[in-house]
């Protein structure tokens, strides 16, 4: 259950990172893992982990929480990939 409870936290925390405005400037200036729910789901839980699981559970913690991001990425892509593919649909050609 504790294993279900902090990947879910580490979810949490990666998708504020990856897609909050409160990072956005970061994001932007910072490396690009920072916008991948799948890179930095792994690397933020990889480091979180250690604090409530035994070391043999944190890399499968890391995977179980790089999964999520990456379904969670899949099902709800961010907003401004939805307003990029909206505007290249509503061009006209010239």
Same mark, same amino acid.
């Given at each position: 259950m504790i294993l279900f @409870? &902090?990947?879910?936290?580490c979810l949490g925390l990666t998708l504020i990172v990856c897609r909050s405005k409160l990072f956005a400037g970061i994001r932007q200036r910072g490396p690009k893992i920072m @916008?991948?729910? @799948?890179c930095m789901g792994f690397w &933020?839980?990889?480091?979180?982990?250690?604090?409530?699981?035994?070391?043999?559970?944190?890399f499968l913690n890391a995977f179980i929480t790089s999964g999520l991001g990456y379904l969670t990425n899949r099902q709800f892509p961010a907003l401004s990939t939805i307003?990029?593919?909206q505007s290249w649909l509503t061009k006209k050609p010239t």
């Amino acid at each position: 259950m504790i294993l279900f @409870q &902090v990947s879910l936290a580490c979810l949490g925390l990666t998708l504020i990172v990856c897609r909050s405005k409160l990072f956005a400037g970061i994001r932007q200036r910072g490396p690009k893992i920072m @916008q991948c729910c @799948q890179c930095m789901g792994f690397w &933020v839980s990889f480091l979180i982990s250690p604090y409530f699981l035994t070391i043999e559970f944190c890399f499968l913690n890391a995977f179980i929480t790089s999964g999520l991001g990456y379904l969670t990425n899949r099902q709800f892509p961010a907003l401004s990939t939805i307003k990029e593919s909206q505007s290249w649909l509503t061009k006209k050609p010239t």
